[in-house]
């Protein structure tokens, strides 16, 4: 049965999307079967793989019930699939609020294709709410990408009291994957304290390697590919292959 990781950050712009993307990238070139989920309205995730036309859509298996497999997309590489977003979605939260079981739409979902992936990664959108938690609540494991900047500890506090609410609640088996940084600037004093105290408070739970800031994993999106496909030698996708492999070998 496939793992489900969710990458959350209530912080906009942190690199979730990029790593989501680039993660499944490289584990589905390690012969891994994977389904990204788009779970977040603004559909980034399916728009930095070259998926414009949006119909069906996530929205669509969640609410008008349509199914799954039919909304499932190819991507650029053989073993990388993808479920869309669309601005839709944002409606959605609405039919979520209603509903009287509104944690476990995104469950419901997952349940019927878990078995054909061996990881299903969900991009969740830059809030804590109610997508979020649906992306919460239907997953084995968090992980954070966290920016080395100082207001990105103030939301970590939030994030981890929202993981803890959900643990007590819809999904006691959520665990913590493990914390990240991205865009990572060593020429900045600030970048490394924000490093070392993030490690010395969390200690193991943060993965070894750090992603540094590389103008080709912004490029590569709007060429619609994942930068092992755009430029396989360069920084960022070397930070991305060795993560792919440390959360590979986490388990
Ligand atoms: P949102 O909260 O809006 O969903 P996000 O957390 O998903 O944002 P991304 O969209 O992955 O963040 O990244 C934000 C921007 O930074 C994008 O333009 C992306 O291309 C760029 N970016 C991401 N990671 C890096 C990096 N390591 N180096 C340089 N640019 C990056
Ligand atoms: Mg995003």
């Known amino acids: 049965m496939g793992k489900v990781f969710v990458f959350v950050n209530q912080k906009g712009g942190v690199g979730?999307?990029?790593?989501?993307?680039?993660i499944g990238a490289y584990l589905s070139l390690k012969n891994?079967?994977?389904l990204l989920i788009d779970f977040d309205p603004q559909g980034n995730m399916s728009s930095g793989l070259g998926i414009y036309d949006r119909t069906p859509s996530v929205y669509d298996v969640l609410v008008k019930k349509v199914n799954i497999e039919k909304a499932?997309?190819?991507?650029?590489?053989?073993n990388l699939s993808v479920l869309p977003a669309s601005i839709d979605l944002s409606g959605a939260t609405?039919?979520?609020?209603?509903a009287e079981r509104r944690d476990f739409f995104l469950s419901d979902v997952i349940k019927g294709v878990r078995d054909l992936y061996?990881?299903?990664l969900i991009d969740c959108p830059p809030s804590l709410g109610i997508l979020t938690l649906n992306g919460?609540?239907?997953?084995?494991?968090v992980h954070i990408p966290l920016q080395c900047e100082y207001f990105a500890l103030e939301g970590l506090a939030l994030l981890l009291e929202t993981v803890k609410r959900v643990q007590s609640g819809s999904n006691p088996n959520l665990k913590i994957a493990g914390i990240f940084f991205t865009m990572y600037d060593p020429r900045t004093k600030l970048a490394q304290e924000v490093v070392q105290q993030v490690k010395s408070y969390f200690e193991d739970k943060v993965f070894s390697t750090i992603i540094p800031r590389n103008v080709k994993l912004s490029e590569a999106?709007?060429?619609g590919l994942p930068i092992c496909l755009y430029d396989d030698k360069c920084?960022?996708?070397?930070?991305?292959?060795?993560?792919?492999?440390?959360?590979e070998g986490r388990g």
């Open 235 to 247: 920084a960022g996708a070397l930070a991305y292959k060795k993560l792919a492999e440390e959360i």
């Open 16 to 22: 979730k999307t990029t790593s989501a993307i680039n």
């Open 72 to 78: 499932i997309r190819k991507s650029p590489l053989k």
């Open 136 to 141: 919460l609540v239907a997953s084995d494991a």
């Open 221 to 223: 999106p709007s060429h």
């Open 118 to 120: 061996d990881y299903i």
């Open 32 to 34: 891994h079967k994977i």
């Open 94 to 98: 609405v039919e979520l609020v209603e």
